[in-house]
């Protein structure tokens, strides 16, 4: 019976800012213990991650995000609820800029994403997503997956430190004071340690095997923990959830949202787009409501799902519980 009970827990590893382990087999017990040690309610409200000032997004005629307002803090499990339509995917598009706001801004990290001279995809490293449909290359192995950003990633930087070595060298044959060349992983090394990298989190989510099939062999449930850990594998400041398990067959949701949880538990920053209510309550630690493109309601699951204010969110609730 205490077997039935044990499960793989992931542990982010604070010290390292988001890089993230495993811990295999462990019961419920022990993992109260690593819950203990960083507890979900350590929120930084010192300076916001992201924030979200007066977003408008129109399309056409359509009016879909009318002035969100709404700062997101280092370890928030913000969960976005409310009608179909109501622009919450639109609301998490814009924060990983596939999206261009109509209005207002998005500052992430201190950087304004308006900013012309904001790189937006330096800005789309720190964020993972994870979208309903799975996000993976149906062409390329489980493996070549999960390493094929970090691969992408780091021959970009050694390009960058060979172009610029080049012209330390040359300035170099004609200082008295030589300038250090930037010093950058071979390429080998870059394929070696993401395939490493991959592999030790394969096995440690029981699905080492996995690494050589192609998508198209696995599971809703597994191509979604797959689609997690290549979200992760990035080691991303905040991770957006749009909807993650309700394209899954029902016997495979609680698997990855056992996965989430984890990851909620031991610090990642989250943004939560959800239809599943228990889980909002359970994992979320602010709730925001939309519906007619604005925050209709926003608070602590207990007052948002116990105690409703606004007509709207009280209609909604009725609906779905
Ligand atoms: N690229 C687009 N072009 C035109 N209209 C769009 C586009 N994307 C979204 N919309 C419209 O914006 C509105 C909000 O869509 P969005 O997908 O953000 O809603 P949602 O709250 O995520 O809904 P659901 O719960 O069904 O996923 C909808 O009316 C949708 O048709
Ligand atoms: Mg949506």
């Known amino acids: 019976m205490e077997n039935s009970r044990m499960r793989k827990v992931v542990r982010l590893i604070p010290e390292t800012k988001g890089s993230f ?18 507890p979900s309610s350590n929120i930084d409200y010192s300076n916001p991650l992201i924030e979200v000032k007066g977003l408008k997004k129109s399309f056409g005629e359509l009016l879909v995000l009318n002035n969100i307002s709404t700062n997101i803090y280092p370890g928030e499990k913000v969960v976005v609820i409310g009608p ?7 609301f998490l598009r814009c924060l990983n800029c596939m999206e261009d706001p109509s209005g207002g801004s998005i500052i992430f990290d201190g950087e304004d994403l308006a900013d012309l001279k904001v790189d937006i995809n330096k800005h789309r490293e720190k964020i993972g997503m994870v979208f309903q449909q799975f996000n993976l290359f149906n062409n390329l192995t489980v493996l070549q997956n999960i390493t094929v950003a970090p691969i ?3 021959v970009k930087k050694l390009r960058k430190a060979q172009f610029k070595n080049f012209f330390i060298k040359i300035g170099n044959a004609f200082r008295k004071e030589k300038k250090p060349l930037i010093e950058a992983k071979s390429k080998k090394e870059i394929v070696k340690e993401a395939t490493d990298n991959a592999m030790k989190l394969l096995k440690r989510i029981g699905l080492e095997e996995k690494a050589s099939v192609y998508p198209s062999t696995l599971s809703g449930g ?15 400041k905040v991770m957006l959830f749009d909807e993650p398990t309700s394209a899954l067959d029902p016997e ?3 698997e990855v949202l056992d996965l989430i949880k984890d990851l909620a538990s031991e610090g990642m920053t989250m943004v939560i787009v959800t239809h599943e209510m228990g889980f909002a309550k359970e994992v979320g630690t602010r709730v925001l409501l939309m519906a007619d493109g604005i925050i209709a309601e926003e608070g602590t699951p207990s007052e948002v799902f116990d105690n409703p204010k606004n007509p709207r969110t009280i209609q909604f609730l009725k609906a779905v519980l």
């Open 84 to 90: 179909s339509g109501s622009g919450k995917s639109t």
């Open 252 to 254: 495979m949701v609680g």
């Open 21 to 38: 382990d495993f811990y295999e087999e462990k019961n419920e017990k022990e993992i109260n213990e690593i819950k203990k040690e960083t």
């Open 152 to 154: 992408h990633l780091g």
């Open 222 to 236: 597994q191509k979604q923990i797959i689609d997690i850990i290549r979200a992760l594998n990035m080691n991303p």
